[in-house]
């Protein structure tokens, strides 16, 4: 009986020790994946279809109703890890188009593009 407690005695110093090392770590942190929410919040009086640019390409992403916010979703092929995106809108019945600044996002980010009635004023802000 006093070897069987000895052992699981030695044993639990053991499990201790191993969990309280400091050796480095075999892996990094594991890189999020996933699309980056964005919610356009409309302010102008017409429908605006909504694209982002990426890599050279316009993507579309959805239609942004006039005087309402709309939530939409870059999808995770366009951002992968670390990406540099712009947002551009093309009003509805308008030679009117507006353009975002070109941003970083990450996948699991979230920006709102406050789209104004006059949409020079428009603002992009990450979340």
Do not use: F
């Not at 929410?37 to 990426?54: D, G, K, Q």
């Not at 870059?74 to 600044?101: F, K």
């Amino acid at each position: 009986m006093r070897n069987a407690r000895l052992a699981v005695l030695i044993l639990m110093l053991a499990v201790t020790a191993a969990s309280c090392s400091r050796g480095r770590k075999s892996e990094s942190a594991p890189v999020p994946s996933g699309p980056v929410s964005l919610r356009v919040e409309n302010h102008n009086w017409a429908n605006v279809t909504v694209y982002v640019l990426h890599d050279g390409q316009r993507t579309r992403l959805g239609l942004a109703a006039g005087s309402k916010t709309t939530d939409l979703t870059i999808p995770y092929w366009i951002v992968r890890q670390v990406s540099t995106i712009q947002l551009y809108g093309d009003p509805v019945g308008s030679n009117e188009s507006v353009a975002s600044q070109a941003v970083t996002v990450r996948p699991w980010m979230k920006l709102a593009w406050t789209l104004e009635t006059d949409l020079s004023r428009s603002a992009l802000a990450i979340q």
